[in-house]
């Protein structure tokens, strides 16, 4: 998302179906340190073949969590073969997502 980052872009250009400036916005939202702070289940659900989001990505905010003071559960799971959107690559035969 180096596109983001390039202020020669205008906030008008599209990238991905959205706007540079609705991936702007997105990238200001201070997303760690509410789930790091909070007193809630958390569940972190990840597709190994997601294309948007790379694994390592997953596996550092595992990490930032593991390190924070958080004292509400959490648990991170990977789902084999699965997309950005926790969908099958290949499809299983079975009719489902495993998630549920």
């Known amino acids: 998302m180096a596109a983001a980052r390039d202020p020669r872009l205008a906030d008008g250009t599209l990238l991905e179906g959205r706007s540079l400036r609705y991936w702007r916005d997105l990238r200001a939202w201070p997303v760690l340190q509410p789930l790091q702070a909070g007193n ?15 694994p390592e990505a997953y596996r550092r905010f595992a990490q930032r969590l593991r390190q924070s003071p958080r004292e509400a559960p959490w648990c991170s799971h990977r789902r084999a073969g699965a997309d950005h959107g ?9 009719g489902g997502d495993g998630v549920q």
């Open 86 to 94: 926790l969908q099958p690559t290949a499809p299983s035969g079975d």
């Open 40 to 54: 809630v289940p958390l569940l972190q659900v990840w597709g190994e073949e997601d294309a948007a989001v790379p």
